[in-house]
Each structure stands twice: as structure tokens, then as C-alpha cells.
């Protein structure tokens, strides 16, 4: 079945690193994206790895994948106040359509 | 290209109204897909065209609903018959082809039904 799980919420203070993590139960999943809703926005696309990748960085980003365990992990360097947000992870289902998971809620703090 | 355009931002209706949305994707993208998110929870995958050709309709998309894009341009999501669960941010997304880079995303149409 398709289901990706998300805790729920995330405090850090400013210049910490922030880790979010996935789990999704679609083996067949090709790509895995992370995306970033900032409140009354649409969702903005941040990274995304290949499910024949492992590890992914992208400047302050970064993707870890561990495919044995249906993991996904989203690790954001020196966090600020401007990353302050809502992240989704989503998996690509036969390349048809995105199922998301419920979001985690990143609240940075001075 | 200014990116995913959505209209109405916002929309109160009585319940028993019908209510049609409008999507204009980025220009070169051929797919285009609606999504429902509720308050706290990720978006759920309605429906998606390719070009003009409706491709996949989610079991979420009751008779009630029904989405066109009829020039394999911009695109329209009607609901009939509003009720009150359909409170909810509609959101419209475009790629190329299966969007392996990922979905643009609109920035929704957010449904209030009173």
C-alpha cells in the first residue's frame, strides 16, 4: 500500500542543524522528493533523490536515503528563522503522481 | 513564465452551490494534476491530465467533481453540490512529462463551504 509517515513537529535554534524524517512503504518508489509549505502558500520544491541514490546534498541540504528501510531523512544546515515551515516528504508512484506525507511542522527559535 | 497560476485565491460558498476552479500551468508543461489538502494533512492526489486526456481519477473524487482541460492548456475543477467536507486548499501542479525534477505547484484555491 502507499503511506509516508512524518513526525509531526520539530524545534531547533537558529544555527543548528535540523534533521526531518520520512518513512514510506512503496517499494516501488522511484523518485523521493522534499518540499517546503510556508503558511497560505503552495508547496515549493526543495530536493529530490533518486531511489538508486543514497545520499543527495544540495548547499545547506541534505538527502539521505536508506532503501532497505524505507527511509528518507532531510537534514538542513545552520538552520535560520527563514526556515521556518512546514516539510513534506513525497514518493513518486509509477511516475503517475506524488503521495505525501502529513508534514512536519519546523519551528526555528533565537 | 510567471509559473502555476491558480483562481480564485479564496471562495465562500453556501453549501448546495457549485464551485469551478481554474488552473493556467507553465506554458511548456504537459501534465497537470489537482490535489486536495485539508487542514494538517499532506495534499491528496485527485486527478491529473496529460496533455488533454484525463489520465487517473482518485477514488477522493466523487461524481460530484469533475475537472477538464480541454485544450491541453489551463485547466477547470467543478464541484457541484458543495458540502461542508469539501472545505479544503485546492492545489494545481504542472510538470514535463512524469515530472521526474519534481511538480511546480500553484499556490491553491483555498474552499470555505458555510
Redesign the interface.
Known sequence: GEDVEQSLFLSVREGDSSVINCTYTDSSSTYLYWYKQEPGAGLQLLTYIFSNMDMKQDQRLTVLLNKKDKHLSLRIADTQTGDSAIYFCAESISSDKLIFGTGTRLQVFP | DTG?SQNPRHKITKRGQNVTFRCDPISEHNRL?W?RQTL??????LT?FQNEAQ??KSRLLSDRFSAERPKGSFSTLEIQRTEQGDSAMY?C?SSLD???????????TRLTVV
Open positions: 502555476v494534476y490535489y494538517g494533512q499532506g495534499p491528496e492526489f491529473y489520465l487517473e492545489l501542479a512524469q515530472g521526474i525534477h519534481g511538480y511546480t505547484f500553484g499556490s491553491g
